[in-house]
């Protein structure tokens, strides 16, 4: 089953506006969230990625959040841009399951309209 | 830079046929996976390898086997495509350091196969 689900599916967004996508996780051995941004004909790239023992991580326009008690933690993008039109994917890692260690949510597709 | 190249971008191959889809990192990374990316569903983990011949089933292997020969490249094969396996399969590599789970994968730019 999905390890780990994500929404919204798709997202359209107003330039200058924020965008939010969420996910939520079960396994409690999850240590390590990163998220990953897709442009088309292009393959996935690490965006921003945070651990359990901080609640906020900010880099740039890009901030996750990070909810322990609820499994739950967020993208959010400030001041979205046409640029960041793109497909984001939240990820839970863990190293109990070995190199196989690293599940992803179903993506988002965002489009951030000028 | 990290840099993992998938030999074909597109793919158009017949019912039946044996597929080969190839990958080469050049960052000696000791890891390296195969996934299938299909809308609504994201990416799906098909085979990893942590090293030279060394393979790991992932979530939806059947109909597929691998090859790792040498550490820099990594193999997708289907043994007789059908049309339920179209869709963008991507590589991505790592390198194995404790802790596992802060290393980044760095993925291909994929390989969009269509099955007829």
């Known amino acids: 089953q999905q390890q780990v689900k994500q929404s919204p599916q798709s997202l359209i967004v107003q330039k200058g506006g924020i965008s939010i996508i969420n996910c939520a996780y079960e396994?409690?051995?999850?240590?390590?969230f990163p998220w990953y941004q897709q442009f088309p004909g292009k393959g996935p790239a690490l965006l921003i990625a945070?651990?359990?023992?901080?609640s906020e991580k900010k880099e740039g326009r890009f901030t996750i959040s990070f909810n322990k008690s609820a499994k739950q933690f967020s993208l959010h993008i400030m001041d979205s841009q046409p640029g960041d039109s793109a497909t984001y994917f939240c990820a839970a890692s863990t190293d109990q399951t070995g190199a196989n260690n690293l599940f992803f949510g179903t993506g988002t597709r965002l489009t951030v309209i000028p | 830079d990290v840099k993992v190249t998938q030999s074909s971008r597109y793919l158009v191959k017949r019912t039946g046929e044996k597929v080969f889809l190839e990958c080469v990192q050049d960052?000696?990374?000791?890891?390296m996976f195969w996934y299938r990316q299909d809308p609504g569903l994201g990416l799906r983990l098909i085979y990893f390898s942590y090293d030279v011949k060394m393979k790991e089933k992932g979530d939806i292997p059947e109909g597929y086997s691998v090859s790792r020969e040498k550490k820099e490249r990594f193999s997708l094969i289907l043994e007789s495509a059908s049309t339920n396996q179209t869709s963008m399969y991507l590589c991505?590599?790592?390198?194995?350091?404790?802790?596992?789970?802060?290393?980044?994968?760095?993925f291909g730019d994929g390989t969009r196969l269509s099955i007829l």
């Open positions: 960052m000696d990374h000791e890891n």
């Open positions: 396994n409690t051995a999850f240590d390590y």
């Open positions: 945070i651990r359990p023992d901080v």
């Open positions: 991505a590599s790592r390198y194995q350091q404790a802790p596992y789970s802060n290393q980044p994968q760095h």
